[in-house]
C-alpha cells in the first residue's frame, strides 16, 4: 500500500437504516498506532467512518479488500481520520475462525478481574493491582491456588495497576507457558508468589 491510493468504506453507519453505504477517500498513512495498549499498527483513511462502520471492509481501487474498518478520532479539532486493520493482520483470525470456530494461540489465566484503584487503595488498605473476581473451574489460575478476593501486583517481576497491563504481559506468552505472579491473598492479607500455567483461550460449549 502506498500513501494516496484511493480506497472505499464499506458499513452501516449509525445502523441498519444505512446499510451497505459507502464512503471515498484516500491512504491518508501507514503503519499507524492509535492505542498505547495496542501494538497493531492501523491504516490510515480519510474516507468516512462512522460508528456501525467497524467491521466492514477498506478496499482498494482495483476491488481487494486492504483493512478491516476499526476506529476514528472524534473531535471538534480533527476531520477525516479514520482508521483500518491490515488485512494481513486481520487474514489469520479469519482462517482460524473459519477452521476451528475461534482463534488458536491466545492465552488465558482463567480469572474474571477488575482494577484495583488508588481511591479502593486507601479505602480498603489493599495494594494497587488487579484483583481476581472470579477463577474458572480447572483452570491453571485455579491450581495455582489463586481465589476470589485475591490480588496480583506482579506478573513476571513486572509491577501491574490495570487488567490492562496484566493482560499485556500475559499476551506475550503462548499457551503452555509460565506466568509468574506475586499476589497479595485476601483471605490471610500475606503476599504469595504463584506460577500459573496459561491455557488456550477457547469458546465457551
Known amino acids: 500500500l502506498k500513501v494516496g491510493e484511493q480506497v472505499v468504506a464499506i458499513g452501516c453507519p449509525g445502523g441498519l437504516e444505512f446499510m451497505d453505504s459507502v464512503t471515498y477517500g484516500v491512504i491518508s498513512g501507514l503503519n499507524r498506532v492509535v492505542s498505547s495498549d495496542s501494538d497493531v499498527k492501523l491504516i490510515q483513511t480519510d474516507a468516512a467512518i462512522n460508528p456501525g462502520n467497524s467491521g466492514g471492509a477498506l478496499v ?3 476491488g481487494q479488500v486492504i483493512g478491516i474498518n476499526a476506529v476514528k478520532i472524534a473531535s471538534s479539532s480533527v476531520e477525516g481520520m479514520g482508521f483500518a486493520i491490515p488485512i ?69 517481576g513486572k509491577a501491574v495497576a490495570t487488567v490492562d497491563e496484566l493482560n499485556k504481559i500475559k499476551d506475550s506468552h503462548k499457551p503452555g507457558e509460565n506466568l509468574q505472579l506475586e499476589v497479595y491473598k485476601y483471605e490471610t492479607g500475606l503476599n504469595a508468589s504463584v506460577t500459573v500455567k496459561l491455557a488456550e483461550e477457547r469458546p465457551e460449549k
Open 60 to 62: 482498494n481501487a482495483y
Open 88 to 156: 494481513s493482520q486481520a487474514k489469520p483470525v479469519i482462517e482460524d475462525l473459519i477452521t476451528y470456530g475461534y482463534v488458536k494461540g491466545r492465552p488465558v489465566i482463567g480469572i474474571s478481574s477488575r482494577d484495583v484503584t488508588e481511591y479502593m487503595s486507601k479505602r480498603q488498605g489493599w495494594p494497587v493491582g488487579v484483583q481476581v473476581m472470579s477463577v474458572q473451574t480447572g483452570s491453571g489460575a485455579e491450581i495455582a491456588g489463586l481465589q476470589q478476593g485475591d490480588i496480583i501486583t506482579k506478573a513476571d
